[in-house]
């Protein structure tokens, strides 16, 4: 049934993402009930503010764009806990199961060994080409500011990555230690798209971005979004255009109004 949304919240103080959603209706995306204590701190502090950015759609299409956008905008910016796609839809948790499974997990907390083995999965030790190191982008983000860590975490990782244009970070060159050197390289995978109109991006959120400085939306995950729906099929254009990825064919854009009189042609 499509009767799912997507929706991000934004702080208030900033207008910056700090959570991506799924759920079914508008209800979920504005309820404060079952949420992590990170999400909880955030919301607390800076506000929030709730954004639809697809709705109307299946369940699967809202994982599969649920999982999109967290892997576009990654979790080191994020309060979500997983890299999204779960959950089951229309499963009712009773109190009285969530009062035994909290009164069996209370006082359990996990051992050091647990916690450790979680830290090195996500952590990257990262280097500077002038001799630093760091146990992840976070500690190097306390490094250079100490006062808005979040903020730093973003340029250190795009520069880590090794973006184009992005070098440096505070005037030092960080890059991912592997095998106990600098990787030169670059993590990033690119997902070049095309559009009908002759420009090509690395990601849709590059061309979600290039969609605002046009005028033709005014977020750019709501225009990343609609891209990606284009790219699956979901929908047939988007803003106006026609849009593919790398290693397919280029799509020629047909107006609604153009689909339509075909239609109505080729059913007479």
Known sequence: MKTYCVYIHRKLSDDSI????????????????????????????HGRTVEIVLEGITNEQACELESFLIAEIGRDSLSNMT?????????????KTRSIVSAKNKGRPPTREAIESALKKTRKPVVSLCGMSF????????????????????????????RQGQERAYGIEF?????GRP??????????????????????????????????????????????????????????????????????????????ISNMRAGA
């Open 83 to 95: 890299d999204g796609g779960e959950g089951t839809p229309g499963r009712f948790v009773s109190e």
């Open 18 to 45: 700090f959570y991506i959603g799924k759920g079914r209706g508008g209800k979920r995306a504005r309820s404060k009930s079952a949420r992590s204590q990170l999400w909880k701190r955030i919301e607390a502090k």
């Open 183 to 260: 990787y030169l390289g670059n993590h990033i995978k690119e997902k070049k798209v095309f559009n009908s109109s002759g420009f090509s991006f690395c990601s849709p959120k590059e061309a979600g971005e290039w969609c605002i400085s046009r005028g033709f939306s005014t977020k750019a995950s709501v225009a990343a979004g609609n891209i990606v729906s284009v790219l699956k099929g979901r929908i047939k254009s988007a803003y106006g255009m026609a849009w593919w990825r790398d290693g397919q064919d280029p799509i020629e854009y047909i107006s609604p109004s153009s689909r339509r």
């Open 175 to 179: 890059r991912f230690e592997v095998d």
């Open 135 to 162: 146990k992840s982008i976070s500690e190097a983000a306390r490094f250079v500011q100490p006062g808005s860590p979040r903020s730093a975490k973003i340029s250190i990782s795009s520069c880590c990555n090794g």
